[in-house]
């Protein structure tokens, strides 16, 4: 029982990184119709910078956390208006090709500036484990748990209670309405870029110390993401946490309590599951149809 | 000087012409009715005035030169222009498509405004705030779009066959709600019709446009007599 709940909270950490990564494809896509493959390079590239302030700049892990936050929504604003605002009318071909090369381009970067091998990564909470009525919970785990959470619940608060928030959602489901009522619709479209690398950031940062800092660290977490955008339905946000958080906790306890699931086997297992949702809901599990009426 | 004037433009969609050098004027606080049959360039010369389509010729609107600014700029100028089919954010609730209209102002009077509108003005909007937009019938979205062009506090309304599809009750509303605004608050309309009855009605002049040029021009009660204007707009 106990193993299990240490289990499951693992499961949980885990799933809240593959789902904030998630949202983050959701929120580009919802906005910019644009599938972002470089969206785990980004937060890998953010996490080198997040790791460089602490080892090279004296910096302790809680401001370095906030400052890479603020460098990674310049970041991805800067990627939106430099790079994809000039393929807006291009074939969504062209669009993943470029995402792609940007995938290519922030990995070849992260090695050749900060050199390809893995290091430690030191996250913000303590080795020592929680007690919970007799139960040790890793206190890493609780602490991602948390903090992937409270940044999804922040996102989702900005998007729901403020006028830019609600600015962003017009820009993205009526770009043209939204400019005849004063919107600056390119720059929606950049902040919502800069805000999904700002929860690619907070993935990373979380992920790293479980998974040693490398250009390679958010690889799988990529594609666990996109697994779980789709899963949940690729419109909705909360469909891509929960998509994450199901990833999450279903891969660890198969990976734990089936003994044939060896590490190798729990990225196809989760892909087949996925595919058979979809074959029962073509829109993911939270996807749902837009009704309107003319 | 007028509040708008166009005087010379031309607009084309690819190799499609859609105007031939339109020239027209809107003096502050005059309702101005746009006639003519399907093609004749209405629509387009209500996007030329707020960017949405690309133009040659001079666009001045409140003395400053628009013609090459884009629709952002120009609503901020204080032109509000309600596209045909309304430009209902589907998507969103009843109360967030209003609240986008106020999007450009700031201040404590916004929110005074916006339940104005939502309880005075349209008292059906408040019952359904949380209603997603996407949903209301045709001449609910009309109004919605109406009210918020209105909270937007323009100077300029521009209107795009707010009749269109839209059962005659629901039109005399329509047009009633506007004719108030023009009268107590001075509003400045500019409305394109095909029901050239009810533009006449409300507005005191009027354009007649024919394949993508002005044909006839002149106050609305000249138009109403006007043989041609009578013949083939007015049906009798």
Known sequence: MSEFLQQLVFGLAIGGVYGSLALALVLIYRTTRVVNFAQGEMAMFTTFIAWSLIENHGFSFWPAFF???????????????????????????TVILVTIALFVIFNGAAGWIWSPEQRAFLGPFSAAPFDVGGVAIARQDVGVIAVTLLTVA????????????????????????????????????????????????VSGMMVAPIVFLSPTMMQAALIYAFAAAVLGGIESPLGAVLGGLLLGVGTTLLGAYVDVVTPELELPIAFVVLVLVLLFRPAGLLGRVVVRRV | MPLLELEGVQARYGPIVALHGISLAVDEGEVVAILGANGAGKTTTLRAVSGTVATSGRIAYAGQDVARRGPEAVARLGVAHVPEGRGILAELTVWENLRMGAYMRRGAAVKADLERMATEHFPWIDERRGQQAGTLSGGEQQMLALARALVARPKLLMLDEPSLGLAPMIVQELFQVVRRLNEEEGLTVLVVEQNANIALDVSSRAYVLEVGAVAVEGSSDELRRHEGVRRSYLGY
């Open chain 1, 67 to 93: 400052v890479t936050l603020g460098i990674a929504f310049l970041l991805g604003v800067g990627v939106e208006r430099l790079v994809i605002r000039n393929f807006e009318h291009s074939s969504h071909l």
């Open chain 1, 154 to 201: 922040l996102l989702w608060a900005f998007f729901r209670f403020t006028k830019l928030g609600l600015a962003m959602r017009a820009a993205a489901v009526g770009p043209e309405p939204s400019r005849l009522l004063g919107v600056r619709v390119g720059w929606m479209f950049a902040m919502g870029w800069g805000f999904a690398a700002v929860l690619g950031a």
